[in-house]
């Protein structure tokens, strides 16, 4: 069974910075995508940031040039590092990981909130 664990989330001030992390375990093979989304209140989930198998990066344009994704293979781990926080990006960030045969995973999802 594979699981997606997630942690980092918290509550920042506007400016400041937090970094989630996102371990899959269990029997999981060949991860293409991993990625990150969020849902606000009353808002659609959407996507934050994703990373290919071959290290390529897609980022919404909010958060272009303030986060960044990156994975570690050997760990089956994703990370955001986000700075420049705003207000604007509380949500929950849920993870998500694609592997062999377009299986799909989400994590339970970890509350970030950022204070003005």
């Known amino acids: 069974q594979v699981q997606l664990v997630e942690s980092g989330g918290g509550l920042v001030q506007a400016g400041g910075s937090l970094r989630l992390s996102c371990a899959a375990t269990?029997?999981?093979?060949?991860?293409?995508?991993m990625g990150w989304y969020r849902q606000a209140p009353g808002k659609q989930r959407e996507l934050v940031a994703e990373?290919?198998?071959?290290?390529?990066?897609n980022y919404a344009d909010s958060v272009k040039g303030r986060f960044t994704i990156s994975r570690d293979n050997a760990k089956n781990t994703v990370y955001l590092q986000m700075n420049s926080l705003k207000p604007e990006d509380t949500a929950v960030y849920y993870c998500?990981?694609?592997?062999?045969?377009?299986?799909?995973?989400w994590g339970q999802g970890t509350q970030v909130t950022v204070s003005s």
């Open positions: 269990g029997s999981i093979f060949s991860v293409n995508t």
């Open positions: 998500k990981v694609v592997a062999r045969f377009m299986s799909t995973y």
């Open positions: 990373i290919t198998s071959g290290d390529r990066t």
